[in-house]
């Protein structure tokens, strides 16, 4: 059974930062696309924020790109996602999610239990 479980969001002043993990179970992550998107309260769909292929390469949303680092550790099966210089406007509830090909499709993706980060200013 595939299972994602988010951890590491908190509560951090405009500025600060924050590394989110995403460990998998029931399989092995490093053939799959992986990606962190996140969803706000009055939201009704979730937004993609960072993408890594199997090899390794990365995309980002431009809200994030420049501030975001997704990366992972396939001896782990861990993945994470590095928040430096976090606003208010990344406030949201961060979800990891795997698919067997990029772009992940949100409709058929395994999904983790989500995440939440807030950043007061």
């Known amino acids: 059974q595939v299972q994602l479980v988010e951890s590491g969001g908190g509560s951090v002043q405009a500025g600060g930062s924050l590394r989110l993990s995403c460990t998998v179970s029931g399989y092995d992550m490093k053939r799959d696309c992986l990606g962190w998107f996140r969803q706000v309260p009055s939201g009704n769909e979730r937004e993609g924020v960072a993408q890594i292929k199997p090899a390794g390469t990365a995309s980002y949303a431009n809200a994030v790109k420049g501030r975001f680092t997704i990366s992972k550790n396939n001896a782990d099966n861990t993945l994470y996602l590095h928040m430096n210089e976090l606003q208010p406007e990344d406030n949201a509830t961060y979800y990891c999610?795997?698919?067997?090909?990029?772009?992940?499709?949100?409709?058929?993706?395994?999904w983790g239990q989500g995440t939440q980060v807030t950043v007061s200013s």
């Open positions: 999610a795997r698919y067997h090909t990029c772009p992940i499709v949100r409709s058929r993706a395994d």
